[in-house]
């Protein structure tokens, strides 16, 4: 607390001065509360006063007006300031999945041209906010936060423009009004787990839109149904689930998700490409393409079979990545177990410029789904990207041995020994692709006891499997110059993946791999932590005896190397502060928000690597089992981490001199 204060004041204070704006002076003076009342706030609101001219992150203007306020997931803390409610042009407001307190400002509702507004995951007290009056209003979302009982608010019943409503784990009680089942936009109400009762009845004039009715986990008693109604209903967890209608759709998890989207290729007539290649919608040619999944955390619809909300999609990817048109397919729509939107995606490379992209075409395109600059049309709402590594051509050239081979031997006997060896080698050459083939289509097989299969690939977020050749590769051959770092698990190697990206690899010797079972378990669990101040893991190898995690690599090396002056990156205070507070959102994270809580049970100098920006990020959390005493012969259980040594590591921070 007193870290974080210090640190808002230091912040502060570096930031007072007065430029001339292109911003509208009142939204200004708007922006600039929120900068004081907010901590957290991204570090390009330090550059200026003027948030337009200087592009503070997340604030998107139009003619110097500011539009959409997009800080969702920025661990912002602080209350919302009424004067939110005086920027009347704002149409999109994401605030979830912050750390923000207090009651939702009552003149919010001032907002009348808002659309999006999202406050979901915050710890907001008070009412439910009183929207009445935002009239254009589609997507709101005030899942999970901390509001006072109620009824559901009046504007339930009257916002006829909304296509969106949820709010999940909430407090609503009573009955769902009917009225909203009738507005004519509406296609989702996702209102699971709060502790709606009574009847529940849609009524005769059911949205021809609508597509989807979660009520999960309520307490409904009795229901009447409308057989008009075809789509999902979701009544599970209700103790209407306990009569006559148990057996029902109703009452049981549905696959949901009709008519998934797909970009059509009905104009490349019945033509089909090598495995490794995709038919590319504008010339019905074979290329490779660039491929990857999105996932949209919001869409603000449900229907995927309006094919114009798609085209939308397709046709602004092409534009912002700078493709050429008809150059982006997508395959696969379908709301996915965490009800994201998930799409396949395979960008071609332009007619006439051949079957490939280029590498820097690839980091280009890469970098702007990647890091979100790549902006979908609005209803998509926001979104991440996970790429699958692009096959560049193999380059070609290599000699022939066998012609100087055969060159060199002359005689007719030389001739047939040669050809029976030949025959030899080509059988077990074959025998032994047989089973490589074998062995690689089931790479996961080996997760249990003796080779039996154990329940298929883990299930990973954001994190994939690598082929040990694959990182044999970009390390080359796991050389000594890859070398960056070993402990007591083995050593830890840098290398570039084909994409591009540079990545860490840590390889555990024998002597310290776990059970197969374990490093599932123990990836599965490192995929599912991501925040800014832990050390992203990029994915996993678990073939031929290996076991390895591949990380972010952190250009900035460990705090301990920055603190003894190794890197010649001076560390002031400020830079200190920030690292000291930084690392301890990571554990913080770590203990109260990672499901299940991991305790770090090693937190020392060496653990805290540094990344471009020097923000701290937390290593090696996960991994102490990996440090079991080998030899011993079991696995160490005992908390490493104890107060004093965290207690040590924060002197050390700021006590260490530099140099
Ligand atoms: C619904 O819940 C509220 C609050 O718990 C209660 O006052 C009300 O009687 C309940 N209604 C029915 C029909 O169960
Ligand atoms: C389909 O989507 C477009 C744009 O997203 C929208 O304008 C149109 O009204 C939608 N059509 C139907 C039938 O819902
Ligand atoms: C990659 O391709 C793009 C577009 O086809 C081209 O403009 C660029 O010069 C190429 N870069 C290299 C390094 O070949
Ligand atoms: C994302 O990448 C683009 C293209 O290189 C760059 O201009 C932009 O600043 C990056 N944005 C962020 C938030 O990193």
Redesign the pocket.
Known sequence: MGIQLLLFLVCCTGGIHVASTSTDSRDAAVLRALKEQWKNTPPSWERSDDPCGAQWEGVTCTNSRVTALLFDGNQLSGKIPSTVGLVQTLEVLRLDRNSLIGPVPSNLNNLTSINELNLAHNQLTGSVPDLTGMDSLNYVDLSNNSFAQSEAPSWFSTIQSLTTLVMEYGILQGKVPQKLFSFPQLQQIKLRNNALNNTLDMGDSISQ?LQLVDLQNNHISSVTLNSAYRNTLILTGNPVCTTGISNTNYCQLQKQTTNPYSTSLANCGTKSCPPDQGLSPQSCECAYPYEGTLYFRAPS?R?LS????FH?LEMSLWIKLGLTPGSVSLQNSFFNVDDYLQIQLELFPSIGNGKYFNRSEIQRIGFYLSNQTYKP?P?FGPYYFIASPYAFPVELGGTSLSIGVIVGIGTGCGVLILILMGVGIYIFQQKWRAEKAIELSKPFASWGPSGEDSGGPPQLKGARWFSYDELKKCTSNFSESNEIGFGGYGKVYRGMLSSGLVVAIKRAQQGSMQGGLEFKTEIELLSRVHHKNLVGLVGFCFEQGEQMLVYEFMPNGTLRDNLSGKSGIPLDWKRRLCIALGSARGLAYLHDLANPPIIHRDVKSTNILLDENLTAKVADFGLSKLVSDSGKGHISTQVKGTLVSITSYYIETFWFRNG
């Open positions: 839109q619809f229907d309006n094919i114009s909300t939308a049309p209803e």
